[in-house]
């Protein structure tokens, strides 16, 4: 218990002094910095995305309240918390991983306050001033009717669960897998009759659901632009649907399918007005919905995964899984492409309307933060850690604050400096830097301008001399060869009649070797003659006061072309007193000619002395 | 301090331990129980529920938080949840792991035998592996399912391509971009037509590429190299100036910007532009090559040696590098390593007009005037409209008192001299070509014409007397013919950018070493070799084809 109580309390010391160490750190870095530290906060222990983070006047009275849906430890622990300043104000569990939050005006009543709406799983949580308020479940899909008629007729008890589970497994052969419910897929999991029995019996009296799973949630104004005007709420599910949804009667106003699963959704426009939808979806697609029309046209095709994306006035911006960052008009055509040093984590947008202008937040892999505006980088954030979520707005009665959540679960917040310049073109401009370093070119030295002082002035004798040792070289060369060839010291032999090959191997350390020949006819094969060396002896030549070899002679027998024959020495070294070494030569001989066919020269390694015992 | 900052917040309290992203995996065993308010009947979670988070982990590549959430997921779904594998496939393709990964694509087909994505990364996956006639096989079977969309057009037009079957290639790239237009599609097509050996289809389509995606770096380049091989200089430098406005660490660009520009005499802006080459690709030997020839054009003599020093030690068997080692030692007046420099050259590409040229100033001033005739007339055979070799030859001819052989040497030569304009050149080529007219007594008319022609004015008569004249020339020929011949060397040693985008160029190196293992035996004991025994290959004209050494 005490030991427990130490720990704490060293831990405690510690991370005070930590936290100390990382605030003279940031004073360092704040001195060219356009954000303040406002808030640092290493243990806060989130686990969360951009899409569940959002800023809320909850009570209406202009102090901006930070929102986090936490995933908790993506199983259990899932809440929703509200913070106000540093601290965590409120706390609401969750029963499902939350897939996004955002903040909605539902009505007209006085003080303006907006509902804060989860949605996770099928559903769509709604909570007022923070109380959970209402729960609204997305509507159900058609179950196939096959599946209907099974299940029916199961709960009637004219089914056995087996034959149930067969006809279901023939049902999905015709069928993708996401269309059936998730009784079918659990039923299917299921092993033994006797569970099947059972969970049959379980679920007889429920009716037959198939649900959905909302992949992400957006907002879109009703009829007026106003920031506290009515919305509805924009939902993408797992089922390739993109559903409106009225936040007044909870009814859904329109649908859209589309062909992939939709992973973020951008709403431009009002809904009683004219509006477009831009689905960015998971085959890396992105699909535009308008008011008019149910069908989805493809607006941009991307080479990969979108990790996020933002709209900025008229213009699509990208994140892909590629590192590119590429900004596109809504028609699709692509207007700049640029190249990010490190993977991309998350986005968002930072919307600065005391300047007037918006730029891009990329949250990167090397805990960079960068700024972009239109595609010049106007600053680069760092941080301690991976950015895991990034949000940009008003928290508390600040304008302008930057909410980061780390990899580690950290939590920290930042605010744009009032005297922050955003200019319009990148800080980076000009050439550059690599153009001013100098060329690495090695300087004149004294010995390379007397060898050029000396070959101008002996240029022609350094040639000739030159080109007569050259010749002399070649010629001795040539010499050598036809000797070696004539007394066949080489370890090749080209006669026609007897072509062989002979390379030898020294195993052991001594002063017992092994000598392992390799022997090959390396005549071609024909089928009408065999070819067969034969009559061949191997004999070695080598100084009897250091080696003594066992056999001294070995007779081979005859050899058939392209097979290597391998035969093995023993070779003993007897000048024990010293170390020797000394070279030994192996000749293949034809019985009854004096001229050995093949040489081998050996150079045998140095013997290790005997030991005497 | 970065121990401290890891383990703080983790050892602080038990509860941050559990809420940490990292953690994922430890909390599975004891949030089985609290999964679903197991009551009577449990609600049944359906099979997909996860996918967004595994998704959105995979984009962001933490692929171990990942495949946690993966294992997690198929547990519970007992390999249920197609998503959760094809997820799983393509992190294992990620990570290289292609054969299990195509295992898993192939398991996620069998979930769902009607989603042609499925597929199509199985078959992406035999792409890789290289069995493309697999893909093939895959890819038509997808289309079959859905749609036949962009991307199947486009590797099926990838695989047609290795299978060297390049007409339905193209056929399929057109597809592809008739489908919807992708720059990966546009640079794949056009390598394809320069494979097949047409270049004009290549250009009029990365023309259509550029001005679907104008900042493209890569397609600027590309198109800008083709216009520099037709010889379309300012569309060319146009063109690598957009790219290098984007990119301005842009590699090839500058290396093709680069030359133009040497071309034009702007040495020091090239070499400005070569320093942030050379940081980006310090081991270039094309680069080191121009930057030498900067040097060079500057008369920084040494600086460049060593530069091309450099440039041949990255590059042995790039015989340009070599040829304008052999030029810049003829220069210092080094001819006996001026030889050794041009003879390795000439042995790795026996069939260069100027580099006997070359050889021949070198063995003229090496006293070796038999086999200097040998190698003029070697090169005057290989390229008897090069006006170099063949000014230098009258020049060799008149020094030996043969005045009617350089005489009718120097009809050829001004037979062959272009006339006006575009003729840029050197001065002094002309001027001594006028001397030796003069004091040869030939070809009088000629000159007229030629003068007239060319409107510049003679300026001064052979007041010199002859053979001194052209004495003083024959050395400076030697620079002379280095200045122009270097032009040439160049314009080869930057177009390596060029040639890399034209891979069918590169099996053609072989037999460079064969030749020059050749030339080794046979033809350097004697100098005369030279004229008896070079078979002249059969190559295309230089300029495209040297490039491929560069990268």
Same mark, same amino acid.
């Given at each position: 218990m005490v030991a427990i109580y130490i720990t704490l309390l060293q831990v405690f010391i510690l991370s005070s002094i930590y936290i100390k160490m990382t605030s003279e750190d940031q004073d360092e870095k704040e001195k060219h910095s356009n954000w303040l530290n406002a808030h640092y906060d290493p243990v806060a222990g989130f686990y969360t995305f951009s899409t569940c983070i959002t800023f809320a006047d909850l009570n209406g009275d202009g102090d901006h309240k930070l929102v986090i849906a936490d995933l908790g430890t993506g199983l259990y622990n899932m809440t929703i918390k509200v913070l106000k300043g540093t601290s965590i104000i409120q706390e609401n569990t969750l029963l499902d991983l939350p897939t996004g939050v955002t903040s909605v005006y539902m009505d007209l009543a006085e003080p303006r306050t907006p509902g804060v709406v989860v949605a996770s799983g099928s559903g769509l949580f709604v909570y007022k001033s923070m109380r959970p308020y209402y729960k609204y479940n997305l509507p159900l899909l058609p179950v196939l009717p096959e599946e209907a008629v099974l299940w029916d007729q199961a709960n009637n008890e004219n089914l056995d669960p087996l034959t149930l589970a067969e006809a279901l497994d023939g049902l999905k052969k015709s069928h993708p897998t996401s269309s059936f419910t998730a009784r079918t897929s659990h039923f299917l999991q299921i092993e033994n009759d006797a569970d099947a029995r059972q969970f049959v019996d379980d679920h007889k009296h429920k009716p037959l659901k198939r649900e959905t799973v909302i992949t992400c949630v957006t907002t879109i104004k009703k009829s007026m632009a106003e920031d506290d005007a009515i919305s509805c709420i924009v939902v993408g599910t797992e089922h390739k649907q993109v559903y409106i949804i009225d936040?007044?009667?909870?009814?859904?106003l329109q649908d859209y399918e589309i062909a992939s699963v939709p992973v973020i959704v951008n709403v431009s426009g009002l809904f009683d007005v004219d509006f477009r939808m831009f689905a960015a979806c998971r085959d890396g697609c992105v699909y535009v919905l308008k008011k008019d029309s149910l069908q989805s046209r493809v607006c941009i095709e991307l080479d990969s995964s979108i990790v996020g994306m933002e709209r900025i006035h008229k213009h699509l911006i990208f994140a892909l899984a590629d590192k590119t960052f590429s900004c596109y008009t809504t028609r699709g055509k692509q207007i700049w492409n640029l190249q990010l040093p490190a993977d991309v984590l998350c986005t968002a947008v930072m919307d600065h309307r005391a300047k007037g202008f918006k730029a891009v937040l990329v949250g990167l892999d090397n805990s960079e933060v960068r700024v972009y505006r239109e595609k010049n980088l106007v600053d680069i954030i760092k941080l301690n850690d991976r950015p895991q979520a990034l949000c940009f707005g008003r928290y508390g009665r600040e304008d302008s604050t930057l909410v980061a959540v780390l990899a580690s679960g950290a939590l920290q917040v930042m605010i744009l400096k009032r005297t922050a310049e955003y200019a319009d073109h990148s800080s980076h401009k000009g050439p550059p830097m690599s153009q001013k370093m100098k060329l690495n070119i090695p300087k004149k030295t004294q010995l390379f301008v007397d060898q050029t002082v000396r070959e101008r002035e002996n240029g022609t004798k350094m040639f000739q001399n030159f080109q007569h040792d050259l010749q002399l070289m070649r010629l001795s060369v040539a010499q050598t060869y036809l000797k070696g060839l004539q007394s066949s010291m080489t370890p090749l032999s080209d006669d026609p009649s007897m072509p062989l090959k002979l390379s030898a191997t020294v195993r052991g350390i001594g002063p017992v070797f092994q000598m392992l020949l390799t022997i090959e006819n390396t005549a071609a094969i024909s089928l009408n003659d065999p070819k067969l060396a034969t009559g061949l002896i191997v004999l070695f030549k080598y100084s009897d006061t250091i080696y003594s070899i066992k056999p001294l002679v070995l007779e081979l027998p005859a050899l058939a072309p392209e097979i290597s024959y391998k035969f093995a020495v023993r070779i003993h070294c007897i000048a024990s007193d010293r170390p020797a070494q000394d070279t030994i030569t192996a000749l293949i001989v034809k019985r009854g000619t004096k001229k050995p066919l093949v040489t081998a020269n050996i150079s045998m390694p140095v013997s290790e002395g005997v030991i005497v015992v | 301090m970065s121990a401290s900052e890891e383990a703080l917040p983790v050892e602080k309290e038990e509860k941050s331990d559990k809420t940490n992203v990292t953690v994922v995996p430890t909390a599975t065993v004891q949030s089985k129980p609290k999964i679903r308010g197991r009551k009577n009947t449990p609600q049944l979670p359906i099979i997909e529920r996860r996918n967004w988070l595994i998704h959105r982990h995979f984009v962001r590549k933490e692929y171990d938080t990942c495949k946690s959430l993966i294992q997690e997921q198929l547990k519970e779904t007992r390999g249920q949840c197609e998503y959760a594998i094809y997820i799983q496939a393509m992190i294992m393709r990620n990570e290289g792991d292609i054969q299990n990964s195509l295992e898993l694509f192939q398991a996620c087909h069998l979930l769902n035998s009607k989603n042609p994505d499925n597929l199509k990364q199985v078959a992406k996956n035999l792409i890789l592996l290289g069995k493309h006639k697999g893909a093939l096989e895959c890819y038509n079977h997808a289309a079959e399912l859905g749609e036949k969309d962009w991307d199947i057009c486009h590797c099926l037009g990838v695989c047609y391509q290795f299978l060297k079957q390049y007409d339905k290639a193209e056929a399929s790239y057109q597809e592809a971009l008739s489908r919807n237009r992708h720059i990966v599609t546009y640079s794949a097509l056009s390598k394809l037509y320069l494979e097949k050996d047409e270049p004009e289809k290549a250009m009029s389509l990365l023309q259509k590429a550029v001005e679907f995606s104008p900042e493209n770096t890569e397609l600027l380049t590309s198109l800008g190299l083709l216009h520099l091989r037709k010889n379309n200089f300012h569309r060319a430098f146009e063109l690598l100036g957009q790219a290098l406005t984007f990119d301005p660490e842009n590699y090839k660009a500058i290396l093709a910007a680069g030359s133009l520009m040497q071309k034009h005499g702007d040495y020091d802006v090239a070499l400005t532009k070569y320093r942030v080459a050379a940081q980006k690709v310090p081991e270039s030997a094309s680069l080191w090559n121009n930057i030498a020839m900067c040097f060079f054009g500057k008369k920084k003599y040494v600086a460049a040696i060593s530069c091309l020093k450099r440039a041949n030690y990255l590059s042995p068997f790039d015989w340009r590098i070599l040829y304008n080692l052999g030029l810049l030692h003829l220069t210092m007046e080094q001819y006996a390593s001026a030889f050794q420099f041009t003879s390795s050259a000439l042995t790795l590409k026996p069939d260069h007009g100027p580099l006997f040229t070359l050889l021949a100033v070198a063995l003229t001033n090496l006293e070796q005037t038999e086999n200097a005739e040998r190698a003029y007339e070697q090169a005057a055979k290989l390229n008897p409209t090069d006006h170099h070799t063949m000014i230098n030859f009258c020049v060799f001819l008149h020094n030996q008192n043969r005045s009617k052989e350089a005489g009718k040497v120097l009809r050829k030569f001004y037979k062959n001299l272009p006339t006006e304009k575009n003729a840029n050149l050197d001065k002094e080529m002309l001027d001594v070509g006028k001397k030796l007219s003069a004091a040869l007594n030939v070809g009088d008319k000629l000159v007229a014409e030629k003068e007239k022609a060319s409107k510049k004015k003679r300026q001064k008569d052979g007041s010199k007397t002859a053979p001194s004249t052209s004495k003083d020339t024959a050395t400076s020929r030697a620079d002379d013919d280095a200045e122009g011949s270097r032009g040439p060397a160049l314009k080869s040693t930057d177009l390596p950018p060029l040639s890399s985008s034209k891979?069918?160029? @590169?099996? %053609? @190196?072989p037999p460079l070493s064969t030749s020059s293992s050749r030339g080794v035996e046979g033809d350097l004991p004697k100098r005369d070799d030279f004229t008896s025994g070079?078979?002249?290959?059969?190559?295309? %004209?230089t300029k495209n084809k040297p490039a491929l050494l560069a990268e």
């Open positions: 936040s007044e009667a909870f009814t859904p | 891979p069918a160029n @590169l099996p %053609k @190196l070079q078979p002249t290959m059969d190559r295309p %004209k």
